[in-house]
């Protein structure tokens, strides 16, 4: 934290950008010196770039800002808000992170110069860099639904960002009389983690099959096809016959507004009022690259998918659920993948190297059940200033016994270790 408490621009050589992948201006290569990387984030991406960044060169000081000294991660918060997890196993912190050697500065950027290389604090201080990794994750559109605001999900709880908000929905159906409906909003793309609505839907019902079976889950949905949609439907009609009914796009399943007032639900086409309601909003990039002048009017961050350089600002990576993926999916296990490559890229770019072209690969589990999950894989590479899926991906088989499915869910767990040692340590 000695870097902190400068707070003053140091005299380091800056580090070429190869012309190919980004507009910076030429520098000399700071191969024989030091450089300031600084991660802005610090969940699956985030974290990982660091990690992956002091292990490049020990020369370099890698700086990783979240504000937040315990992340709570979402793979498998669907598991809490039903009771089958408690929220400790969704935290982390940064210790064994920060024992690498990464100056964990837990403090909000609210300002980004990229033509200065600086980062600034609500406080006034400010720090310099030669590169700046930004890992936001996502922000929910509060302004795209009419009737829902932060104020509204006190009542009606998105629980898109795991912790306060995945506890409250989960009492609130432990609250919930036998017999009362369960409503979901499920967001129009890019969002998230597209399968995770249905997870929950299923996981839910598995709650209430158990302790409220009369009760009943209503899926109203701004899509008509969702990944995995005919595993799901069949998991559905194994498990929770009857339960759960979905009304799609053209079904009139988009939701216009919501009255929290009242707990209802308005589409085109009815009310429909609910005893709990989770409304899960349009999404965008998180707020400190649109700060940095990163996002354009999609919402969303574009970026050279071989350095993950912005297309908008120089020297600013952008990483995870926050960039314009193209075929990559918004999730942890991608963002995972994208903070190592990206590592790559600036420590090449530093080093006065051209970056490699990156090789992805992604796994998304949803369990619907205890011992019942299946998956999806894929393998993505840049194609045409995207990410594009390539040969080698898999989805689990639709008509696979249930010791398939078992050892789907046995995987899973396996997963989730994996991915949360290479993030935290």
Known sequence: MNALRQMTRRNVVRGIAAAAVTSALPRP???????????????????????????????????????????????????????????????FGYDRIAAEGVDIVAKAAVKVDPQARVVS?????????????????????????????EAAASKMPHAWKAGEQTLLLRRQLEAMDDGGLVAIVAPPGPSRCPPAPYERASLIAHYLKARKPRSKILIL??????????????AWK??????????????????TSVDPATNTIVTDFGNYPAQVANVIPPQKAGRIAEIAGAVDNTGWCPIDPVSFVSKLVPNIHVIGDASIGGG???SASSASAQGKA???????????????????TGACYNTVAPGYAFSQSGIYQPRDGMFAEI??????????????????????????????????G
Request: proline share 6%; hydrophobic share 40%; with cysteine.
């Open 328 to 330: 990559i999916p918004k």
């Open 29 to 91: 290569s700071i191969a024989q010196g030091s450089a300031r990387i600084i991660v802005i984030g610090g969940g699956f991406g985030g974290a990982g770039c660091a990690r992956a960044l002091r292990r490049i060169d020990t020369k370099w000081q890698i700086m990783l800002m979240e504000p937040n000294r315990t992340y709570v991660a979402c793979p498998f918060s669907n598991e809490v808000i039903a009771g089958l997890r408690d929220i400790e196993a969704q935290q």
């Open 238 to 255: 194994e498990l929770y016959p009857g339960m759960i009914e979905r009304v799609s796009l053209s079904q009139g399943g988009r939701v």
């Open 121 to 149: 604090f609500a406080d006034g201080a400010s720090l310099s860099y030669d590169r700046l990794v930004l890992a936001p994750g996502i922000d929910l559109r509060f302004d795209a639904l009419p009737g829902y605001d």
């Open 391 to 424: 040969e080698g991906g898999s989805t689990s088989p639709v008509d696979a016994p249930r010791e398939v499915r078992a050892r789907e869910a046995d995987n899973a767990q396996s997963w989730y270790k994996t991915i949360t040692a290479d993030a935290f």
């Open 221 to 234: 949905d701004a899509k008509d096809a969702f990944p995995q949609q005919r595993l799901f439907e069949n």
């Open 342 to 360: 990206c590592a790559s890229a600036v420590g090449n770019l530093l080093l006065g190297v051209a970056p490699v072209i990156p090789k992805l």
